[in-house]
């Protein structure tokens, strides 16, 4: 036997490499070819591991410690059997009253007595009392048989389930006949081509205690229930299927409410689409701050703030956002119920209520203890799938302790989640102390780089008063500010204020008040200055203009005076030329 | 002593009358050499004393639910209280005296 050993499972270190193992072996599984016939199970992630279910008309071992779920899963494969599949069962119980059975499995919404009186399901308790039983001589598990083939035939079974067959072992003296018997059960089963699931319990090293998996050799699925740091993570994991490909890994999976759900938690494979459509954040100053006017769909946006920045109300202006588009959007809120995120957001003018009420809003409020940190990311993604939202916020993602390595990669895995749908997701993110501006390294959990946009939120204290601040780190694929800006929180909702940016740097809160008036002053007298230097020169102007005036009259008034002198000579001269003449000719007379 | 406590209460409703139940599936030849085993014991002593209803589980498997049967041969013993079961051909004879608490009526005065 290919020996488990129980303590390597469990371990950060197995934690990352299996990502990189599951999108290699999940892709291996679906391209199934014409091969084993499968019995679904109803169980959705299960048969995605397996590529469809258990094997058909074999029989199949489901082992695991105390309380780890086998006789809801072998329940779960039975009820969906007939009810999904239209294939009867029967329920072979070795420990648990038919009665006990019933009422153990309603909470999970299962009518086993309804099924039993519509003959869809049969029930046998096998009650073997050591005490009042003597073995003399040869004897075989005909009765056994008998009793199975009788309760199979009385409703048509395909399924069966014998829980927990082990029992016998502890009924028999002569384990030599219960084995050979073991044996020639599972050959009948097998025979009468009945899906069959077989409970087994844990035992030390080994899969179960009396070395089923001896008999069962088709297909074995391990059933864990592992307390780390007081917190229990319910896993799973296909140990063998014969004859079909399968998901190796441990894949959590989640008893509740709803039953049994398995994850096949997705793996890091980058290849989702992408949206180029913008969405608006709510915040118009936030959205003026980003190049195209919000975030695309689908981005991955981290929060990151300091105690009371309001990262949990930005996230509700951004459902809200969401929710007047029509949108769907889930909060999962792992430090406040839903009603005190509802009755927060009615301080900012936000009424999440009515979104709420009208089914687009969905709150998923759960202590980050409740579960170990699989589970959450199990629960997440199986309330994702449910939901289908196009707008989830995971409040806060500082909430999940545990080591380092796993956080990142229930993280990383939860990112990919949601960009593999191409919902858009706000992680925020609280960080402790310092309201100095530096990027803090360990408050983003090592997760800046999954994320497409991170916008940090601050508190600023100057001058005996705390104001916030905001500023984009990253917006990927978007030009965006690169300011510091401060907003402001009130009735009317999330308010960016303009910047002001001074010589000290950025003033905010009554800093920046009185700058403003301090400079708005200086500015008046400037002004004023201006108005008595322009009044100055049209004065200058105007004189100038006058003297210019004055010369161009003097010289006009030389000109006409030397025009007049000219005419004079002129006159003159031709008075001189008349008189020589008239000289002439009175001289010519004479002579 | 706490045995014998218990005892008069079971004796109270006895008429002395073993009724016994021996459960087969088919004429196998576990089935045949129990049946023949118990015969031998009851007549050796408990003659006249009992009652011996052999089902078989192959024609009646219904009624194999109702006495939590599962191995075969199983004798049941019925009365007197309290209920008692033997799996096996009853081979060992001592075993099945003392399995079905038979005092022989010699030693009981």
Redesign the interface.
Known sequence: MPGYDPGTGSGRAATRPMIMEYTMSLEAAPSSRPTLPKAPTGIAGFDDITGGGLPAGRPSLICGSAGSGKTLFATTFLVNGTTLFDEPGVFMSFEERSEDLAANVASLGYNLDKLVEDGRIAIDHVQVDRSDIEENGEYDLEGLFLRLGFAVDSVGAKRVVLDTIETLFSSFDNQAILRSELRRLFGWIKDRGLSCIITGERGEGQFTRQDLEEYVSDCVVLLDNRVHEQITTRRLRVVKYRGSAHGTNEYPFLIDAQGISVLPVTGAGLSHGVSSEVVSTGIPGLDAMLGQGGFFRGTSLLLTGTAGTGKTSFSSTMVNAACERGERCMMFVFEESAAQVVRNARSIGLDLQRHADAGLLRFEAARPSLYGLEMHLARMHRDVEAFGPQLVVIDPITAFRGPEAEVQSVLLRMVDLLKARGITGIFTSLMHGGTGATIDADADLGMSSLMDAWVRLTHEEANGEINRTLYIIKARGMSHSNQVREYQMSEAGIGLIEPYIGPEGVLTGSARLSQVAREQAAALRRQQEIERRRREIARRRAAVDRQIQELRAALEAEEQEVTLLHQQDQERESALARDRQAMARHRTAAE | MTAHNIDPTASGEDDGVYRLRL?V?GQ?P?SL??MA?LKRVCEQHLAGRYEIEVID??QN??L??GD???????LVRRLPA???????????TE??L??LDIRSQTAQP
């Open positions: 459960y599936a196998t576990k050499t129990a085993n589980l192959m498997p219904r194999a639910a939590q049967i599962l191995a075969i041969p199983t309290p209920l008692k079961r033997i799996i096996g051909d009853l081979s060992n075993k099945v003392v399995g």
